[in-house]
């Protein structure tokens, strides 16, 4: 249980300020060369392959992993520093951030010698790359109640189940699954499940691409169907799949991607009013406001990942706030583009300013719904800090 919301408080180092400045520098010059074009959720929406060999050329991908298995050996906040510069100007993400962002602490804490060799150095060259299997048709909140199953056989195991909402499965490598390996115990549902490595090219997977209303194609559905995984691709230990699963949310809820899905659209509404397209409005502070607690947030949780002290509950938290504010930017830049065209406002330079704001709001929109649902919705969210500060 913890006793508080939020980790001592981390104070950014001239180190940390400089490594900033560098990758601004870098994205300017991605920018500037029309390789890098801004825009919203980029770390589930844009793949770019060569992005993240360029970043991993730079040595800001894996940037966590040891020297010794193929990484730089640098800080959680190092990498927080550079995965908020990437994510604020809109950087195409997507290919390296599962595998970067959750994957590789999940190997280097659970995983067998030969695992890490196998993954860790290629996941730093930015050349593998890695999807989750968690969620299910009917399993999606409630985890426990997954019903793929792993049925063991002679030299591995045989996984039959069918995964849901696999962001990249259509390129990625691989993905960790969460399977029922022992009976279901109504009294401890928690207990009998186990994760596997599981190769996506392997006979009986089949992956069937989730086409959203806007007509892109991030998520999946995976089936698996008897699909053989050797013992050496057991991911931890048998029957601890969810105090694993649980530890890797640490990561996933509490990075800056959580707060900084939208930002590209207030960034780009400020320009805007800075260029009188758009008339000034008197919450902008507001805004700017949350977005400076949740950096602050987030760069704790970072320190605390560091020290190798737990921050489930603080994580949650950063989720919990941090996707509420990402949509009300959403929300907010919408209502006000209505209202300033019912109201006929025609800014003094505003062709493109409010074209370019239109572009990534119509993308903000269709983002919007699920901010609060990947990582665990907000209504289970609230249990997990409820429970974390010993209040159920």
Known sequence: MSSTLAPPTTVATEEMNALRAEVRAFLAEEVDAGRLIPWIDTWLTRWDEDFTRRLAERGWVGMTIPTEFGGRGRTHLERFVVTEELLAVGAPVAAHWVADRQIAPSLLRYGTEEQKHEYLPRIAAGECCFGIGMSEPDSGSDLASVRTKGVQVDGGWRITGTKVWTSGAQHAEAFIALCRTEPLDTSHRHAGLSQFIVDLRSEGVTIRPIVSLSGDHHFNEVVLEDVFVADSMVFGTLGNGWEQVNSELAFE????????????????????????????????????????????????????????????????????????????????????????????????????????????????????????????????????????????
């Open 253 to 392: 809820r509490s990075g800056p991607e959580r707060f900084l899905s939208s930002f590209r659209l207030f960034a780009a509404e400020i320009g805007a009013i800075s260029t009188g397209a758009l008339p000034e409005r008197s919450d902008l502070g507001r805004t700017v406001a949350r977005m400076a607690g949740l950096h602050n947030l987030s760069q704790n949780i970072a320190g605390a990942l560091q020290r190798g002290e737990p921050a489930d509950t603080p994580a949650a938290l950063v989720k919990l706030l941090g996707t509420a504010a990402e949509g009300d930017i959403v929300d907010t830049v919408s209502t006000r583009l209505g209202d300033e065209l019912a109201a006929g406002f025609a800014g003094t330079n505003g062709t493109a300013a409010v074209a370019e704001i239109h572009g990534l709001l119509r993308a903000g929109l269709h983002q919007r719904p699920g901010f609060t649902l990947r990582g665990g919705t907000n209504e289970i969210l609230r249990g997990v800090i409820a429970r974390g500060l010993g209040m159920r």
